[in-house]
């Protein structure tokens, strides 16, 4: 049998049914009592006597046993007889109570409380209504004179005051300020020396239009402090004073402003309306994960987190048109080629794939086409590494060509945009594609800013700023990059800062002195600091630095740079570089020979540039003629340009000095 534990008023139990469990006489709540204060620890038999008896009879370890067994017998009722006890238990020198925390009311009013003060405000007066609801009278009612029980009696009373003032801002906040004037009235008129509930009882009053009647509390305050305890009101106490008597502003609506009160009544509205299990709330989940990731870091971290359990929830629910509204609603623009999650993105790929095959044929196109765009962004970084290999990978780029067809049938410009986002995402077969690329951003500003589609709009600037980068046209990225900054304000989406100070950096090194670009290079990497986007962030830094070190021929910091580096996923490709510098040739070609190629993404022409340069300084022509082959089709371009954030300069430099290693070197 299942036994509840009350202390927040006359010691009590309760049986599984609620019925109240007889204890017998006061020395057995006294014993009772004592081994609760305790908090599970043992209290030793020695101590419980000096507690209960302020001169101890001689029979008094014998009394306590009978008080124990007693107790034992009312708490474990079906206990077989010489079973051992799980609740009150025999521990060496004495005895424990190993209640579970959820068995003692004090303990459940702690917790209430403790996690409460942190909930937005709806959420708050109900969680604090229901904990302070376990109050029956004082705590330890029976024993709160007694000397072991007074610090904690004290204590709970205080946190019991505490709960009182949290509901109270909690109602404020809610715009509910009328309904806590009377609470407060009472409890400040019980509680006086608390100025904290004075200063929520004016600010009630005072967003109730009494503002008079504010006036006289303060004064009444400043009176009741002076007679109980001697002082003046306090310095927040004082300004609250002057702040009503000049109708301060910010005293109207409230904590957070009108917004914070919107979205605490809309919240608890949703919260009382929709069923705890209803389909409704997984899409809502989804939906506002969507909104989440473009807030910063910490957002796109728990949004990725919790938007893979909401499809997780979705699947188990054995509905394939709810699941794909989940996984489709989650259309939060991509513009780096790297994934932040690789393990995470092949999961949602391999959801979105199962979905696609349960959906009925013949309708449903805009969910068939989200979940299509899903398949390519989320595979972003994916394309097949070598020509050879064009059998496999080819997935995600059919995948996006199929999204955008069926956005296109449909008009659905919120649903093109994300299929071009797919589409983007896919266009690295080979290197010099920046042309195409910068066709699609085109389209997507075209798309994004009749149809009010903010983050789409931001994304179509920063794909032509890449693109314009990688075509040597910065008048034009300079103006994208301007254009993204601004609607980041005004939208509030700091991630884009991210992407437009790196460009800013890339800028620098190849208008300014190496020590500005130096500069300008660490001003963008703090940058990536809290940002969420590890896909970007690994390596990049370091992989900067050296294309800004090899573009000035500064030999001697790129040996500084490789020894203490952390390259991420671009090392293979960096390391033949790095023993050049330190003069290990043979090294150099032994890691170039056995070199695969680069993943094709919006890196992938930077690590060739790189390998190029290893190749030639070593005369590998094996080597040579390869980055040669991959490096062609962007002759026209800035090798690296195309990713925002670093170069090598132009490709048609390293092509012309792959030329004339391999002429002088025929093989």
Sequence with gaps: MRVDLGVLGPVAAWDETGEAVPLRGPRHRAVLARLLIARRRVVPVSRLVRDLWAEPPADAVGALRTFVAGLRRCLEPDRPPRAPARLLVTDGPGYALRAAPGQVDAWRFEHAVDTGAGL????????????????????????????????????????????????????????????????????????????????????????????????????????????????????????????????????????????????????????????????????????????????????????????????????????????????????VPAVWTRSDDPAEARWLVDAAERTLRLLPAGRLDAARGRLLATVAVESRGTLPTEPAASGTGARAPQAARQAERIARRL?????????????????????????????????????????????????????????????????????????????????????????????????????????????????????????????????????????????????????????????GPYEPWVRPVLLRSRGDDDGARAALRDLASPPRDLLFEALWCLVADAAVGVGERTVMRRARAHLAPAAAELGGAGSGLLTLGPVSERLGALDAALAGHPG
């Design 411 to 567: 008009n659905d410009p919120s649903l093109l945009a994300f299929a071009l986002n797919g589409v983007f995402m896919q266009t690295f077969t080979r290197a010099g594609l920046a042309a195409r690329r910068d066709a699609i951003g085109a389209e997507l500003l075209a798309l994004s800013a009749p149809g009010h589609l903010v983050t789409y709009e931001v994304l179509g600037h920063l794909v032509r700023l890449q693109a314009r980068c990688a075509l040597a046209d910065f008048a034009a990225a300079d103006r994208h990059a301007a254009a993204a900054d601004e609607l980041s304000v005004r939208h509030e989406l700091p991630l884009v800062s991210v992407f437009t100070t790196w460009y800013r950096a890339l800028r620098a090194s190849l208008t300014r002195p190496l020590h500005a670009a130096e500069s300008a290079y660490e001003e963008a990497e703090a940058t990536l600091a809290g940002a969420g986007m590890p896909g970007l962030e690994r390596g990049l830094s370091p992989l900067a630095r050296l294309c800004l070190y090899v573009r000035h021929g500064a030999v001697d910091r790129v040996a500084e740079l490789g020894g203490r580096a952390d390259w």
């Design 120 to 331: 937005p405000p709806a959420a708050r007066v109900d969680r604090l209504t229901e904990a302070l609801e376990h109050w029956r009278g004082p705590a330890y009612a029976d024993v709160a004179d007694a000397p072991w029980a007074r610090a904690e009696c004290a204590r709970l009373a205080e946190l019991r005051l505490r709960a009182v003032e949290l509901r109270a801002e909690a109602r404020i906040a809610l715009g509910s300020a009328a309904e806590a004037v009377p609470e407060l009235d009472a409890h400040v008129t019980e509680h006086p020396w608390r100025e904290d509930a004075w200063h929520l009882l004016v600010l009630a009053l005072y967003r109730s239009g009494r503002q008079a009647d504010a006036l006289s509390v303060l004064r009444r305050a400043r009176r009741t402090l002076g007679e109980h305890l001697g002082v003046e009101p306090g310095p927040r106490l004082r300004r609250l004073e002057t702040d009503v008597l000049r109708q301060a502003e910010h005293l109207d609506p409230g904590p957070g402003g009108t917004a914070e009160r919107v979205w605490a009544l809309a919240t608890a509205a949703y919260e009382h309306s929709v069923p705890s299990r209803a389909r409704a709330r997984l899409e809502s989940t989804a939906g506002l994960m969507r909104d989440l990731a473009v807030t910063g870091g910490g957002g796109l971290e728990a949004a990725r987190r919790h938007r893979v359990a909401a499809v997780a929830a979705a699947e188990q629910m054995g509905d394939p048109e709810l699941t794909a509204r989940v996984i489709g609603i989650y259309d």
